[in-house]
């Protein structure tokens, strides 16, 4: 004879191959964002009610973005949510990265700021550090190395021309774009974000590789340096 405690496992056990069967069949179209905490926490929590943990994380983080965007530590302060569940939480994002730069490593030609902007934004996903990555090119823009160069913390991140100069002598490259976020601001260049993108001109000059660009990025917006018109006197 079942026990209530035989049934409720029963239950408990069905809800969860239900789910994982209909995410199978449909995806996750339709899903509210709890459903989708509810599934993923399915994998680091084996018997818990996860659609009450998941009901906790929206709110105390505000959306299913800002649950992916928390930092660890913050993570592990709502009740229910242990080292498990927090490291699955951030893998998420960092398989998303690393799945998109797979995605684009066959020969990337960055022809225009579009595609800039299609191919760098992506590697922001998640960082709630300010993060600069280059992207050296050469003449025909097709992409030689995209290279994290410095992460910083929330407003800044350091530009360091010396290891710019040493990876782009390495890779022969014609041109660079650098590339970085402001991770609770506007995708609008700062005054420190001009002088350090003059500097580094001034640094490649000598050695003919021309700086192309320097895209800002906030959120799912990004601005281009140069379309904003901070190339336009003598920059060319």
């Not at 995209?146 to 021309?161: K, W």
Request: glycine share 10%; charged share 25%; hydrophobic share 40%.
């Amino acid at each position: 004879m079942d026990t209530d405690k035989t049934r409720k496992e029963h239950n408990h056990h069905g809800h969860r191959r239900r789910s994982l069967d209909h995410f199978l069949a449909q995806g996750l179209e339709g899903r509210a964002d709890h459903n989708i905490l509810e599934l993923l926490l399915f994998f680091s929590i084996p018997r818990a009610d996860t659609n009450n943990l998941a009901h906790s994380l929206i709110a105390r983080f505000g959306s299913l973005s800002g649950v992916f965007d928390a930092p660890f530590d913050e993570l592990v302060k709502v009740k229910g949510i242990g080292y498990q569940s927090a490291a699955l939480i951030k893998l998420v994002l960092a398989i998303c990265r690393a799945y998109l730069e797979d995605k684009e490593s066959g020969g990337v030609i960055l022809a225009s700021t579009a595609d800039i902007g299609r191919y760098i934004r992506p590697k922001f996903i998640g960082r709630p550090r300010e993060t600069v990555f280059l992207l050296c090119l050469d003449g025909r823009g097709r992409l030689l190395k995209c290279q994290q160069i410095s992460e910083g913390t929330l407003d800044y991140a350091p530009i360091m021309v010396r290891t710019i100069v040493d990876i782009v002598v390495g890779v022969g490259a014609s041109a660079i774009v650098l590339a970085h976020n402001h991770p609770q601001g506007f995708a609008l260049p700062s005054d420190g974000d001009v002088g350090a993108t003059l500097r580094l001109r001034e640094a490649l000059k000598p050695l003919g590789v021309r700086v192309q660009d320097h895209i800002i990025v906030a959120g799912d917006d990004f601005v281009s340096m140069r379309d904003s018109g901070y190339f336009s006197q003598g920059w060319a």
